[in-house]
């Protein structure tokens, strides 16, 4: 099927077929390259949002032990292979474990000396990617753990995206996909 381009040129839109063979036949196992971490989070409905993107750069998730993130996984998860998720007991002594291995730690957050997202570029490796609380953002004691901070400009009201938006955005860029 081809639709008119606005220049002239026919623009052939991808059939389902094609899709389906341009993917993975299965899920990943953790690939160890590319962590999406929501530490602090807020609202559930997001933890299953960013899982779905994981899934689609090839990222894992890690998220605390909370008694409600198991539950908000499970609902908020509509793929129907299991994800790669690491479960974190203690945010800042996990994202320091992750720093001592030579894991780059990149934080979202509006900061001083932030990496703007549209210059951001693809992980060259391990790279944690740390998502703060939705209210408050990244917990001061975790701010000192962080190697480098992206921040997604806005011209709106608001001063953030919520934490899949944003999470998904620079997880795109960080697996060169956007």
Known sequence: MSQEAPAGRAIRVRSRRDLRAARRRRAHRCW???????LW??????LGTLLRTCDAVGACLAVPRLPWVPEALRRGNTLRSES???????????????????TRILGVELAEGAV???????????????LGHEQSGI???ALDLLDE????P???????LNVAVA????LYKLAGMG
């Open 84 to 102: 790669c998720v690491h479960w974190v007991n203690d945010p800042c002594r996990w994202l320091a474990e992750r720093r001592a291995e030579g």
């Open 139 to 141: 917990p001061p004691e």
């Open 154 to 160: 806005m011209i709106g009201t608001g001063a953030s």
């Open 32 to 38: 160890d390259h590319l962590i999406a971490a929501p």
């Open 149 to 152: 901070v992206v921040e997604i």
């Open 167 to 170: 999470g998904s955005l620079v």
């Open 116 to 130: 703007r997202l549209a210059d951001l570029p693809m992980a060259p490796g391990r790279t944690v990617l740390v």
């Open 41 to 46: 989070p807020l609202h559930g409905a997001n």
